[in-house]
């Protein structure tokens, strides 16, 4: 089995920062893309940022120049630094990672329990 254990969600006010953490762990060969999406209220979820494990980056536009995505691929943990952040940010955000758990199995796609955080004054 695969874990993805989120941290670092929380209550900031607006223009502050987070910076949100990710590890996966158990069985694990090989992990490829990791990403992060959220979740608003009433609101599909959504992709927010996603990197490979080659390192390449992509953004959703709504955060470009205010999140930045890294990843430790020695640790299979993924992190989401947050500036500038908005009332519009707020949402349950999850970790994603795409997972072979065996050198002659398929990749398959985890999720995290995911982790709230709240943008307000």
């Known amino acids: 089995q695969v874990q993805l254990v989120e941290s670092g969600g929380g209550l900031v006010q607006p223009g502050g920062s987070l910076r949100l953490s990710c590890a996966a762990s158990g069985s694990i060969f090989r992990v490829y893309t990791m990403g992060w999406y959220r979740q608003a209220p009433g609101n599909q979820r959504e992709m927010v940022a996603a990197?490979?494990?080659?390192?390449?980056?992509n953004y959703a536009d709504a955060v470009k120049g205010r999140f930045t995505i890294s990843r430790d691929n020695a640790k299979n943990t993924v992190y989401l630094q947050m500036n500038s952040l908005k009332p519009d940010d707020t949402a349950v955000y999850y970790c994603n990672a795409e997972v072979m758990r065996t050198s002659r199995g398929g990749v398959y796609d985890y999720w995290g329990q995911g982790t709230q955080v709240t943008v307000s004054p």
């Open positions: 990197i490979t494990s080659g390192g390449l980056e």
